[in-house]
């Protein structure tokens, strides 16, 4: 594995951008090392400035459900560029991507969004979702669960799961305690801790927000029944329930981790990542009566210079386009070969480990038992994720720098991705047992 011109890129890079990185992730913080630069990535495969070849099982963070730089939606974003790259004004292409959006997202009769708003990024998209919960309920507190991540606004990094765990920071500087107050953490899993807090504080709660199943803490879904049971007491209570979305919408199943509980009605929806299929576009979606809300309609005001930006939508719309059952297929049969495979490693070698499920996302935990919360994922032996992912690097797989993300499959994952990371296992088990 050569590794000179990473390591060139990456003390250029620290001379003027902090840290060397734009996403504090990237910087392999708890894994150690260079990151590799990438220059290019197709399907499964991504290249980095060494030229380096490695299976890719971070897929961009989510959106490369389809592989990287799959041509039909290449072809799609080359021809909306060559038309304009943006007009700051609506387009058909937007309206086709939100009712797309909102007919993906039904289920046995069940449609919780009535309209949608795109926006560029999934922290825009839950920080407007919070603005109008406040401006529907004309009340302030916000509910999160420790571990949960909504993207970088303010009132929402508080315990806030992988970037910050990775960094081993508990909040953000800069946050300030007026702000902080507004929001209220409890721990995930625990429906009696949202129950008491509604007890003594329902009236001054606006919403509650959760990751439809936590995946930025690794892998912990929902136990049968919490999510539902957050919809049934933020609505006792005069709340609303805001299901975020970002990372497992049309990832971790066709309509997202709601479809495959699909036993509750989120008021807001908050979507990123895979809707914009690598480009910048997320999006917020809920009933009309509190979408409509949103300025020019109602007093939530909400804009976006690139909102609905015509090259990024069409990178979206041709990838949800092309998510169809077989491609749902392929995720679920690639993660499951991979960590089925990776986990027979790791059990050959002694080293105590679970696989956490949510639909076609998963994560290892190295402990004995699967993590309910944030408290005890933080328990289980986090030494053991670098030397893994270094030797998983070093014979040629990029897996995520750091033990509190999920791993990424796509659709492109053929028999020769697939081998690469099945061959590299049983010395990347011997690294994490050392
Ligand atoms: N919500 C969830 C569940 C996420 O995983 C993320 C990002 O990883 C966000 C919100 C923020 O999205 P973005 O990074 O596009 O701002």
């Keep these: 594995m050569k590794s000179t011109v990473n390591e060139g890129l990456y003390r250029r890079a620290r001379g003027v951008i902090p840290g060397g990185v734009n996403s504090p992730v990237r910087a392999f913080g708890s894994v150690g090392g260079t990151p590799a630069f990438i220059r290019s990535a197709k399907g499964a495969w991504i290249t980095d400035s060494d030229g380096n070849e490695y299976a890719d099982l971070v897929g961009s963070w989510g959106p490369a459900i389809l592989g990287h730089a799959h041509p039909e939606v290449v072809a799609a974003v080359q021809e909306a560029a060559t038309r304009g790259l943006s007009f700051g004004a609506p387009t058909e292409a937007e309206v086709e991507l939100a009712e797309l959006i909102r007919s993906r997202f039904a289920v046995d009769g069940l449609a919780p969004i009535e309209r949608v708003r795109l926006l560029s990024t999934g922290t825009e998209a839950t920080m407007t979702a919070i603005r109008l919960a406040r401006g529907a309920t004309g009340r302030s507190l916000l509910v999160k669960f420790a571990g949960h991540y909504h993207g970088h606004s303010d009132g929402l990094l508080a315990e806030a799961g992988s970037g910050l765990a990775t960094q081993a920071m508990p909040g953000s500087a800069g946050v300030t305690p007026e702000v902080a107050a507004q929001t209220i953490v409890l721990p995930y899993n625990d429906p009696v801790a949202v129950e008491t807090l509604f007890a003594a504080r329902g009236d001054e709660i606006a919403a509650v927000i959760v990751e439809s199943a936590a995946a930025n803490m690794g892998v912990v879904p929902p136990l049968p029944g919490f999510n539902a049971a957050l919809g049934r007491l933020a609505h006792e209570h005069g709340a609303l329930l805001i299901v975020d979305e970002v990372l497992t919408g049309f990832r971790a199943g066709p309509a997202g981790y709601w479809g495959l509980e699909a036993d509750y009605s989120p008021d807001l929806v908050t979507f990123g990542k895979v809707v914009g299929g690598g480009l910048p576009v997320a999006a917020l979606a809920g009933r009309a009566e509190l979408m409509d809300l949103l300025a020019p309609l109602g007093p939530v005001y909400q804009a976006g210079t690139l909102s609905g930006n015509p090259v990024a939508v069409a990178a979206g719309l041709t990838t949800l386009r092309l998510a169809d059952a077989d491609v749902y297929e392929a995720l679920d049969r690639t993660a499951r070969a991979v960590a089925e495979g990776v986990s027979a490693a790791l059990s050959a070698e002694g080293v105590p480990h679970t696989v ?43 897996l995520p720098p750091s033990v509190f993300e999920a791993w990424f499959v796509s659709a492109a994952h053929d028999e020769r991705a697939i081998g690469r990371i099945l061959e590299a296992a049983p010395a990347a088990a011997k690294a994490a047992a050392a």
């Design 356 to 398: 956490q499920w949510a639909g076609t996302l998963f994560s290892f935990a190295f402990a004995d038992r699967a993590p309910l919360d944030y408290a005890t994922v933080k328990q289980q032996r986090q030494e053991a994720y670098p030397a893994l992912f270094h030797a998983f690097l070093d014979a040629g797989v990029h």
